[in-house]
């Protein structure tokens, strides 16, 4: 569960936008009243039958039921005069109906016994912010291609430039086919070639579109979990990057190897990957490196994933020698 903080925070947001739609709510109202007074006059007549229904009901006289009958019409029949009155002056037929945010809980943030899912989602963006490290400002309108040179390379059978297009063609597809689930993305090369652009990127654009994200570096999330679960700090980190809608691992293979490290590294994407929620993971391994380095249990989950490899040259270096 995401912590209280976090819920105390979503529910201040569903009230203040649940206060905002009540006062649309009340100037539509007050629109309408004043430029059809007889709309009031009908919402007299209406609550009148209603009135008048209950009163039939608990009398329990002899013509009760053709007397209700007759109330139940007229209140149709006011109804429909009072919808008239909105749709032939150009308004929508639902036009002073209740707003809401949130359809399922109708903004008391419970559903069902528990929080409802406007809380649960608002709660878990809110965690995620808090978590991400980094401030998000890569986008794919950044990412420079002229940095790669377009000299073929015998090792990959093309020139550095084509293959970075293809990997940025790959992450572009990725957000427009992005629903959540998923394998993801494994991001292999050296330092410099683009991994963390191409990564914020993809987080920029789903977190435009509603989406929840983590990205941090798993040497910073090791660290984390390490101080949470051993009591140092509080919080619920594993629980908000185990459901959050893309993960985005960043440096794999920079934390100390550890025992404990390993297995955190393995809980991490094995759980998501056996729930079928994405991950985006990049290291400056290389694939020996990487087998190497983390079991097989481990190396072959993230080989399951879509292998995008990053060739060239430093950019960091050639963007500071341009300047």
């Not at 998923?182 to 683009?194: D, E, K, Q, V, W």
């Not at 789903?206 to 798993?218: A, T």
């Not at 809608?245 to 190897?257: F, N, R, T, Y």
């Amino acid at each position: 569960m995401i912590n209280s903080e976090y819920l105390s925070k979503a529910q201040d947001m569903l009230e203040k936008k649940h206060s905002e739609l009540k006062r649309v709510e009340k100037e539509r109202r007050a629109e309408i009243l004043r430029k059809f007074p007889e709309y009031e006059v009908l919402e007299e007549k209406l609550a009148k039958t209603v009135g008048d229904l209950v009163s039939m009901i608990i009398s329990k006289s002899g013509n009760t039921a053709v007397t209700i009958n007759k109330i139940k019409q007229e209140n149709l029949d006011i109804q429909k005069q009072m919808n008239d009155i909105l749709v032939n002056n150009g308004y929508d037929s639902d036009y002073l109906k209740p707003i809401y945010f949130c359809p399922i809980c109708k903004d008391a943030g419970i559903a069902d016994g528990d929080w409802c899912s406007c809380i649960k989602n608002a709660a878990l963006k809110l965690a995620t912010q808090d978590l991400n490290q980094s401030g998000m400002l890569y986008t794919f309108g950044d990412f420079d291609l002229s940095l790669y040179s377009d000299k073929i390379d015998p090792e990959i059978g093309c020139s550095p430039r084509e293959a970075m297009k293809n990997n940025l063609d790959d992450c572009l597809k990725f957000v427009k086919d992005f629903n959540g689930t998923g394998r993801g993305l494994f991001m292999i090369g050296a330092t410099g070639l683009g991994k963390t652009h191409l990564s914020l990127s993809i987080a920029n654009e789903l977190l435009r579109k509603g989406y929840s994200v983590v990205y941090n570096s798993v040497p910073e999330l090791v660290r984390i979990l390490n101080s949470e679960q051993f009591g140092k700090t509080e919080g619920d980190t594993l629980q908000v990057i185990d459901n959050c809608d893309l993960l985005i691992l960043d440096d794999l293979g920079a934390e100390h190897s550890t025992e404990y490290s390993t297995s955190l590294v393995y809980m991490l994407i094995n759980s998501r990957l056996s729930k079928n929620k994405p991950i985006i993971a990049s290291t400056n391994l290389d694939m020996n490196g990487i087998k190497a380095r983390y079991q097989d249990r481990i190396w072959s989950r993230l080989f399951s994933m879509r292998v995008l490899l990053f060739c060239g040259t430093d950019n960091r270096i050639k963007t500071a020698n341009n300047r």
